[in-house]
């Protein structure tokens, strides 16, 4: 819905590694590592009278939102025995933050715009859900 929008997710990592004697007298690697996402936003397809390209991409995005939107249920569902990273390009690069030993934040972002209530509402239940990790 904004046309100036890239239309795309942005993941940039930095990782560092670092060696050093341990008191056994071997070396030992730390490693550590940040990653900063921003997701493009769902949209609703009916709504933005997407067609053609921008179609293609909305479905892609969308689908990968859907996808990590499993991964994070699966996470927080003790019953939960299977994790599906590998449903998507995103959370296979986001694996280690979601379910490894790492510190996460999430900031969501929302409208006031009535219009936008559903998604403003989706986007809230989405972040609730991934801070329950």
Same mark, same amino acid.
């Given at each position: 819905m904004n046309d100036t929008s890239s239309r795309s997710h942005s993941l940039f990592t930095i990782t560092i590694e670092r060696s050093e004697i341990g008191p056994d007298g071997k070396q030992h690697i730390r490693v550590g590592k940040l990653n900063m996402v921003d997701l493009a936003g769902s949209e609703r397809i009916s709504k933005t009278g997407t067609t053609g390209d921008g179609l293609k991409e909305a479905t892609k995005i969308n689908l990968s939102l859907s996808t990590l939107c499993h991964v994070i249920s699966s996470l927080t569902d003790s019953k939960s025995t299977f994790i599906p990273y590998? #449903? &998507?390009k995103l959370t296979r690069?986001?694996? #280690? &933050?979601? +379910? +490894?030993?790492?510190?996460?934040m999430m900031i969501a972002n929302v409208g006031p715009a009535d219009y936008n209530h559903e998604e403003t509402m989706n986007t809230l239940r989405y972040s609730s859900r991934a801070k329950n990790i």
């Amino acid at each position: 819905m904004n046309d100036t929008s890239s239309r795309s997710h942005s993941l940039f990592t930095i990782t560092i590694e670092r060696s050093e004697i341990g008191p056994d007298g071997k070396q030992h690697i730390r490693v550590g590592k940040l990653n900063m996402v921003d997701l493009a936003g769902s949209e609703r397809i009916s709504k933005t009278g997407t067609t053609g390209d921008g179609l293609k991409e909305a479905t892609k995005i969308n689908l990968s939102l859907s996808t990590l939107c499993h991964v994070i249920s699966s996470l927080t569902d003790s019953k939960s025995t299977f994790i599906p990273y590998r #449903d &998507s390009k995103l959370t296979r690069l986001l694996q #280690d &933050s979601l +379910g +490894g030993n790492t510190k996460t934040m999430m900031i969501a972002n929302v409208g006031p715009a009535d219009y936008n209530h559903e998604e403003t509402m989706n986007t809230l239940r989405y972040s609730s859900r991934a801070k329950n990790i």
